[in-house]
């Protein structure tokens, strides 16, 4: 059974027993934001990103979800790359392809990569510039208080180390505010060139989730909801707050193993 609380400022908690139900939980709350926003926009803007995220959005690719979601609706987007080729194990494009889009019938022409063959400055500056196109088109929405896009929903895994889309922690690309996508050549977890949506990207969307398991990320998810005081640092994934936007945190239970307990109720 799974434990669901609102934390005061970080968003919903979803505290699952294991991976099954949590990959259950997270097909629902996609397929449900999905027919949400097909009804309201006519479209379903998505952005993803790489890592065991992939694998936990299995259950879409299964009954119910492969016949009823809407597929045809969808616009498939990343919030961040690796600096390799789309053919490479280490691609995040790669890896929603063969996990997730090629399983389910998605409109070629809606996906949304990023560039393999430029540098990752100008790959950078052309998703911009592909995310612009679209939002004058509102394929993808536009915030109401900024001219950031906003995405439908944004999908997001977080590291060890506090990090969220290549958003690493102490690194200046947290600053980075005037554009919608930035890169970075020295990313600590490889390969080091890497492509990424900034903070008011992420905190511009509609929705924001948070995907995060494993007994190793105990710690980061604990400073990263629970209130720990000004003697940390904000990690990235603290930094990810909606402004007008809906953030949902979906964790296993050793995930969520170091947080303050005391604010969850069954
Ligand atoms: O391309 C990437 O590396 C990611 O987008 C990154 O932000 C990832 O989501 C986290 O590192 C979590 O990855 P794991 O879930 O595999 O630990």
Known sequence: MALSEVHKDRGE?????????????????????SEASVKERGVFAIALSGGSLIGLMGKLCEAPYNKTVDWAKWYIFWADERGVAKTHADSNY???????????????????????????????????FVIRQLVR????SVSDISDSPKFDLILLGMGADGHVAS?????????????????ITNSPKPPPERITFTLPVINSASNVAVVVAGEDKAEAVHLAIDDVGPDHPPLPARMVQPTKGKLVW??????????DSSQFSE
């Not at 908690?13 to 709350?29: K, M, P, S």
């Not at 690309?173 to 005037?178: G, K, T």
Request: glycine content about 2%; hydrophobic content about 45%; cysteine-free.
């Open 250 to 259: 979906f964790l296993d239970k050793l995930a969520a193993s170091k947080l």
């Open 13 to 33: 908690l979803r505290i699952h027993e294991n991976l099954d139900e949590l990959g259950t939980d997270l097909a629902d709350y996609i397929a449900e934001l």
């Open 137 to 140: 088109t509102r394929t993808i």
């Open 94 to 128: 790669k890896l929603a392809k063969d996990g997730l889009l090629s399983k389910v019938p998605i409109v070629p022409s809606h996906v949304h990569s990023i560039n393999d063959s430029l540098s990752a400055e100008e790959a950078a500056n052309d998703y911009e």
């Open 167 to 183: 958003l690493f922690p102490n690194h200046p690309v947290l600053d980075a505010n005037n554009e919608w996508v930035t890169f």
